[in-house]
């Protein structure tokens, strides 16, 4: 759980919400934090001094409308979607997963945003652009209302998300890209929509120019997804701060110290901690630790990080556990 004393905002550029347009990755692509493009203009309603709604534990929240008699009627005005409401839960996730990376890139691949069960919004940290960059990604955390997340989960619907995914195949002349990922857990179910090279052949924010109607639908809720803060209103955000990890999942790589006398920086090795109940040499895949085990063993690492242990070295990838991550299961 974030700690909330600390934080940082991150500011990012806002555009017209009144028009809505295309993921354009060749932007999002070479940042390091996702930039949010045009946004689709969903009028958002919240009042900054009302708590989140209560919780039916057989239905799920049901706030935005008290009077609906069937809370999972999707299709009825006003309803309520039903959707977990546990911490651990992801109930929005957007990521881009795959693509001609190295393995450990992959393997620290975190979602571009999560939207948690327990109204909570994660999504990645601005960071330097110096090389080299921190170990682990930093992410923040803001809370969301429960007006906001039923607001995410009425445009999913209203794009047809909220349903087991269409075909999202196109003629691309596209190699080594990335999926664009949409996971839902709401309305009783779990929708998972991939979507290889979503934005890349489509012109600059402009969604109608996605080959296909069924991208052209997922292109525009990522859209009003990076567009958050547009596209559910401010009033239903709270601030934002920096996570405080609770656990980390890594991989770690063994590597000779004397073949790392050219790197541009020079690297620096640190003993790997006693208290971590780890060895090294049997996370050659994934492990997971958690934040008391490592304490600030990652605080201060960067890129150029090595970790000695037993007589040998390693380099690891290394990620925070978020809602909805898979950890070493998948």
């Given at each position: 759980?974030?700690?909330?004393?600390t934080h940082?905002?991150?500011?990012?550029?806002?555009?017209?919400?009144s028009r809505?347009g295309?993921?354009?990755?060749?932007r999002?692509?070479?940042?390091l934090v996702?930039?949010p493009?045009l946004a689709?203009a969903?009028?958002?309603?919240?009042d900054?001094?009302?708590?989140?709604?209560?919780?039916?534990p057989?239905?799920?929240p049901?706030?935005?409308?008290?009077t609906?008699?069937?809370p999972t009627?999707t299709?009825?005005?006003?309803a309520?979607i039903?959707?977990p409401t546990?911490a651990t839960?992801a109930?929005v996730?957007?990521?881009?997963?795959g693509?001609f990376?190295p393995v450990e890139?992959?393997?620290?691949q975190?979602?571009?945003?999560?939207?948690?069960?327990?109204?909570?919004v994660?999504?990645?940290?601005?960071?330097?652009?110096?090389?080299?960059?921190?170990l682990?990604q930093?992410f923040t955390?803001?809370?969301?209302?429960d007006?906001?997340?039923?607001?995410?989960?009425?445009?999913?619907?209203?794009?047809?998300l909220?349903?087991?995914?269409?075909d999202?195949?196109?003629?691309?002349?596209i190699?080594?890209?990335?999926?664009?990922?949409?996971?839902?857990q709401?309305a009783?179910g779990?929708y998972?929509h991939?979507?290889?090279?979503l934005?890349i052949?489509?012109a600059?924010?402009?969604?109608?120019s996605e080959?296909?109607?069924?991208?052209?639908?997922?292109?525009?809720f990522?859209?009003?997804?990076?567009?958050?803060?547009?596209?559910?209103g401010?009033?239903a955000?709270g601030?934002?701060?920096i996570?405080?990890?609770?656990?980390?999942r890594?991989?770690a790589?063994p590597?000779d110290?004397?073949?790392?006398?050219?790197l541009e920086v020079?690297p620096?090795?640190?003993?790997w901690?006693?208290?971590?109940?780890l060895?090294?040499?049997?996370a050659?895949s994934?492990?997971?630790?958690?934040a008391?085990?490592?304490?600030?063993?990652f605080?201060d690492?960067?890129?150029t990080?090595?970790?000695?242990?037993d007589?040998?070295?390693y380099?690891?990838?290394?990620?925070?556990?978020?809602p909805?991550?898979?950890g070493?299961?998948?």
């Amino acid at each position: 759980m974030a700690d909330r004393r600390t934080h940082m905002t991150v500011n990012t550029p806002r555009r017209n919400p009144s028009r809505t347009g295309a993921v354009s990755r060749r932007r999002l692509l070479t940042g390091l934090v996702v930039t949010p493009l045009l946004a689709a203009a969903v009028a958002a309603c919240g009042d900054p001094d009302t708590e989140p709604a209560a919780t039916d534990p057989t239905t799920g929240p049901t706030a935005t409308d008290p009077t609906a008699t069937d809370p999972t009627a999707t299709s009825t005005p006003g309803a309520a979607i039903t959707y977990p409401t546990d911490a651990t839960t992801a109930v929005v996730r957007y990521a881009y997963e795959g693509g001609f990376v190295p393995v450990e890139v992959a393997f620290t691949q975190l979602p571009n945003l999560v939207v948690s069960g327990d109204g909570r919004v994660y999504r990645p940290a601005a960071t330097t652009a110096i090389y080299p960059g921190p170990l682990v990604q930093p992410f923040t955390v803001r809370t969301i209302t429960d007006e906001g997340v039923q607001t995410l989960l009425a445009l999913a619907d209203e794009h047809g998300l909220l349903a087991p995914p269409p075909d999202y195949s196109a003629e691309l002349n596209i190699a080594d890209a990335p999926d664009t990922v949409v996971r839902l857990q709401a309305a009783d179910g779990s929708y998972e929509h991939r979507a290889y090279a979503l934005g890349i052949a489509a012109a600059d924010d402009d969604p109608e120019s996605e080959l296909t109607e069924p991208r052209r639908q997922l292109a525009r809720f990522v859209q009003a997804l990076v567009a958050l803060e547009d596209t559910v209103g401010a009033a239903a955000l709270g601030e934002e701060t920096i996570v405080e990890p609770e656990a980390y999942r890594l991989r770690a790589t063994p590597v000779d110290e004397s073949t790392l006398g050219g790197l541009e920086v020079e690297p620096t090795f640190v003993d790997w901690p006693a208290a971590a109940g780890l060895d090294l040499a049997t996370a050659s895949s994934c492990a997971t630790v958690t934040a008391t085990q490592v304490g600030d063993t990652f605080a201060d690492a960067t890129q150029t990080t090595y970790f000695r242990q037993d007589g040998a070295t390693y380099q690891l990838a290394v990620a925070i556990v978020l809602p909805g991550d898979a950890g070493c299961d998948s």
